[in-house]
């Protein structure tokens, strides 16, 4: 509500002076709505103001509720009717205008009339309720507890439609505030009166404290007006406290890149101001990750495997953090599910007897874990004569491959993560271009036989051997092993000290190498004959000859070492046969010697006979000289010939 402006006064003049040659009028507005109207409802205690102005005249009367009127013609400034204070605003030989003021506390009406018998009325109605008076913070709204971080500030606002305001703590302070731009301290708060309507006894103030530390109640209420009653707005106001720690927490799944938990918190609520949030850190060597959490879970991506981590649980408000609750995990990535093969198809032609064309089938395996991280790729083996590995996305489960067509080759697939790769899957069979082993008899020699051996051309290249086993009686049997020269179209093989005219049967066996094993091809029969040995009498004289002449080397070498040994023996005789001749020759000199001292011997013996010299030995006994020359004599014969020994013993004893 607001009075009429001095322009808007004089609009109304100048519009009265244009319509006063016509007739007189009446115009009588309110500063409610500020419009013409028959009746207003306004709250009790506010100030109303009613405006007549009459054109064409210089005569107005105020006619009041109960019949009483005052007239003004320009003699007076003011004058009361009833609860109205009357004013005059303006008058001229065209217009008069006139206010009437009063503060409403129960219905009434007011005229305005000119001299003409023109009138205007106004019924004013008091609306049947009390005052109002409200209370708003900045925090929340329409909120009588609220609760607040340390050291925010914050504002309350309070509007009073009685004309006074009246601000009070919990400890029953309180300061009144009536005017516009009014500006006091209660306790830590500022209080500022922000606006003020005087029409409408509305009244606006705010209440601001800027370090709040500690829970508080403020009010703000009316003063007693009028005979009302009292209202009061009171808000309580609570300070927060850091949280408590969550009571537990869970861990309910570890997969490969990911670990998810929960946790029961029995104190703190997040659906309260007295909790923010949850901080769940991820720690792992020296590297942390922090994540707000506005529930009771969480699941933490982006984890690498064979990691330890550390995880911890914060409560966390403005007021502070609790102290965590942590664990630790380690995640271990495990390998895929072995895929399972569906089978295969032939798709082309057996005309390329080296190359096929097959299709492979497979049913991806199941997850049994999430820990085993996404298959990035399929691995399928061909595993045969020729081994060919094929990979492929991990996202199909199906291929067409060009495969070497060499026998029968086994089919497997398995899968593969960043782990390591499955189990490789059940195999299904592509038979190829069939393996064959053909054996002949190429040429037969007396004791000897040549067989030829021939094998299909793709497997050539991977022979470990050929065995021949051979036999002519089934109770004993040869073995002959041969390798296979690489990539020859046959290798012949050689049987010899066979039996001539002989049967034999012979088993041949292929060992060749696959890819991941040693295969056999065969076995192939067949059957020879030996024929009878035309060089054999031949090989026999040679035989011979070649014994005799080794021994007749033998016998000329060992009768050339006896006539040596007889030589040497000779030399050895002959040499010691001069020796003896100059022996003998210095005997014989002194055989002669000792013949002639015999000569004197016998001479002294005749003589010694003549005597007769008595002796009782029987032998020969001299002493002496003549003993001595004969023990010479002796001594000598000896070494003289047997014959020339006797002749010496006989002369010198007898």
């Known amino acids: 509500m607001r009075i009429l402006s001095f322009s808007r006064v004089l609009l109304l003049l100048f519009l009265s002076c244009f319509v006063a040659i016509v007739s007189p009028t009446v115009i009588l507005t309110q500063n409610v709505t500020n419009t013409v109207e028959d009746s207003i ?4 205690g506010i100030t109303i103001q009613i405006t007549c102005v009459i054109t064409g005249s210089g005569f107005i009367q105020w006619i009041g509720d109960g019949g009483s009127s005052v007239i003004n013609n320009g003699s007076q400034q003011a004058a009361t009717l009833g609860d109205f204070s009357l004013m005059l605003l303006n008058i ?6 006139s206010t009437a003021t009063a503060v409403s506390s129960s219905n009434t009406s007011l005229t305005c009339s000119d001299n003409d018998g023109n009138i205007e009325t106004i019924d004013i109605i008091i609306k049947p309720v009390d005052p109002q008076v409200y209370m708003i913070q ?3 709204s329409n909120s009588s507890n609220i609760t607040i971080c340390p050291n925010d500030p914050i504002t309350f606002s309070c509007r009073s439609t009685t004309g006074i305001l009246v601000w009070e703590l919990d400890d029953g302070q309180s300061i009144s505030l009536t005017s516009f731009g009014e500006m006091k301290t209660l306790g830590d708060f500022e209080l500022v009166v922000t606006n003020v309507t005087i029409l409408s006894l509305e009244i606006e103030s705010t209440a601001t404290i800027s370090s709040p530390v500690t829970n508080f109640t403020l ?7 009028n005979g009302l009653n009292r209202l009061s707005s009171a808000i309580e106001v609570a300070v927060r406290s850091p949280p408590v720690p969550v009571s537990s927490v869970n861990v309910s799944e570890v997969c490969y890149e990911s670990i998810s938990l929960n946790w029961t918190d029995t104190i703190n609520s997040i659906d309260t101001p007295q909790l923010d949030h949850y901080l769940v850190s991820v720690t792992a060597q020296n590297t942390q990750m922090d994540y707000i959490v506005n529930g009771f879970n969480t699941s933490l991506t982006g984890l690498t495997s064979n990691e330890l981590y550390t995880l911890s649980v914060v409560s966390v408000n403005c007021a502070g953090s609790s102290n965590p609750v942590s664990f630790q995990r ?3 990535r495990q390998k895929p599910s072995v895929p399972t093969l569906q089978g295969l198809d032939l798709l082309s032609d057996r005309s390329n007897a080296s190359i096929a064309t097959i299709s492979v089938r497979w049913e991806p395996g199941v997850m049994t874990d999430c820990l085993q991280s996404p298959v990035t790729s399929h691995t399928i083996i061909v595993s045969g004569v020729i081994r060919t590995v094929y990979t492929v996305d991990g996202s199909v489960s199906n291929s067409t491959l060009t495969v070497p067509s060499c026998g029968a080759s086994a089919v497997t697939v398995s899968a593969v993560n960043d782990v390591d790769s499955s189990d490789r899957s059940d195999s299904e069979i592509f038979r190829g271009t069939p393996l064959t082993l053909t054996v002949s008899t190429r040429a037969v020699d007396g004791d000897s036989v040549t067989l ?3 094998i299909t051309e793709c497997l050539r290249s991977s022979v ?17 092993t041969v390798s296979y020269p690489n990539n020859s179209a046959s290798v012949s093989i050689t049987l010899s000290d066979l039996l001539s005219t002989t049967d034999y049967n012979a088993t041949v066996v292929v060992y060749y190498k696959e890819s991941e094993r040693t295969s056999v091809l065969g076995p192939s029969f067949i059957m020879f004959a030996t024929t ?3 060089f054999s009498l031949r090989e026999a004289v040679i035989i011979g000859l070649s014994v005799a002449f080794g021994v007749s080397v033998l016998i000329i070498v060992l009768i050339i070492a006896l006539l040596i040994a007889f030589c040497y023996k000779l030399w050895d005789q002959y040499k010691s046969g001069i020796t003896l001749r100059k022996k003998f020759k210095s005997l014989v000199l002194r055989q002669k010697e000792i013949e002639e001292e015999l000569r004197e011997l016998r001479e002294r013996r005749k003589t010694m006979k003549s005597i007769r010299v008595p002796h009782e030995r029987t032998d020969f006994q001299m002493r002496g000289p003549g003993r001595e020359a004969i023990a010479r004599t002796v001594e000598v014969s000896e070494i003289l010939h047997p014959t020339l020994q006797s002749f010496i013993h006989e002369q010198c004893y007898h």
Do not use: A, K, M, Q
Request: hydrophobic share 25%; net charge negative.
């Open 138 to 140: 900045n925090v929340t």
């Open 330 to 332: 380690t995640i271990i």
């Open 219 to 225: 009010s703000c209420h009316t003063n007693v007006t």
């Open 41 to 44: 409802t306004v709250f009790p």
């Open 92 to 97: 001229n030989e065209s217009s008069i205008s």
């Open 532 to 534: 009878e040995d035309l």
């Open 464 to 480: 470990e051997n050929v065995t021949v086993t051979y036999r002519n009686e089934p109770s004993f049997g040869y073995t002959r």
């Open 452 to 454: 030829s051996v021939t």
